[in-house]
């Protein structure tokens, strides 16, 4: 079963930090690309990160450049979304996703982030 | 970026009656081996994203045949024949034939 599990969100105030993790199982993670997407209360889901296979290559939503940092540990079938500088217009759920063409392009459950005084 | 625009963004449709979204992208997505990399997604409400079709046509495992995607260069659709009420949520068409892939605004589909 393809499993994709989110953790590491929660409350945080305006400038603070958060670690999102995301560990797949049922998948060749070593041989997938990874995405992180969220959707803010009300709106669509935007793509915010993603991360080739071997970490080589990276791309950031202009909104979160500098602040966010994508990266992975295939030993660890994880993939992380550092961020920093947190605004309020960042809260969201976030969701993890394996990026496929064919193969199966399964997202987790999402994370809760609440950017908030 | 590729800027994805979908219509209508708010589709009120009757059970059982059949269902249209249009999906444009601003560039081509047709690559030059001939491969289109256009999918939908369905996102239902406190669920996770999922991937109906991919490659405009082609449905993932465990999808109604009700779905049916169309479409070429710059212009899609996804259909779906007849409406049941699972299938209330919010759909949106994703590129990714140009780096970084772009989703669509999403369109909400409600039943009457």
């Known amino acids: 079963d393809v499993q994709l599990v989110e953790s590491g969100g929660g409350l945080v105030q305006p400038g603070g930090s958060l670690r999102l993790s995301c560990e797949a199982s049922g998948i060749n993670f070593r041989t997938s690309w990874m995405t992180w997407a969220r959707q803010a209360p009300g709106k669509g889901l935007e793509l915010v990160a993603i991360?080739?296979?071997?970490?080589?290559?990276?791309y950031y939503v202009d909104s979160v450049k500098g602040r966010f940092t994508v990266s992975r540990d295939n030993a660890k079938n994880s993939v992380y979304l550092q961020m920093n500088s947190l605004r309020v217009e960042d809260t969201a759920v976030y969701y993890c996703?394996?990026?496929?063409?064919?193969?199966?392009?399964?997202w987790g459950q999402g994370t809760l982030v609440t950017v908030s005084s | 970026d590729v800027v994805m625009t979908q219509s209508p963004l708010s589709l009120p449709v009757t059970l059982g009656q059949p269902a249209s979204i249009s999906c444009r992208s601003s560039?081509?997505?047709?690559?030059?081996?001939?491969?289109?990399?256009l999918n939908w997604f369905q996102h239902r409400p406190g669920q996770s994203p999922r991937r109906l079709i991919y490659?405009?046509?082609n449905r993932d495992s465990g999808v109604p045949d009700r779905f049916s995607g169309s479409g070429s260069g710059t212009d899609f659709t996804l259909k779906i024949s007849r409406v049941e009420a699972e299938d209330v949520g919010v759909y949106y068409c994703?590129?990714?034939?140009?780096?970084?892939?772009?989703f669509g605004q999403g369109t909400k589909l409600e039943i009457k």
């Open positions: 996703g394996r990026r496929a063409v064919v193969d199966q392009y399964p």
């Open positions: 560039q081509s997505l047709e690559s030059r081996d001939g491969t289109t990399l």
């Open positions: 991360i080739k296979q071997d970490g080589s290559e990276k």
């Open positions: 490659k405009v046509s």
């Open positions: 994703m590129q990714g034939a140009h780096w970084p892939d772009t």
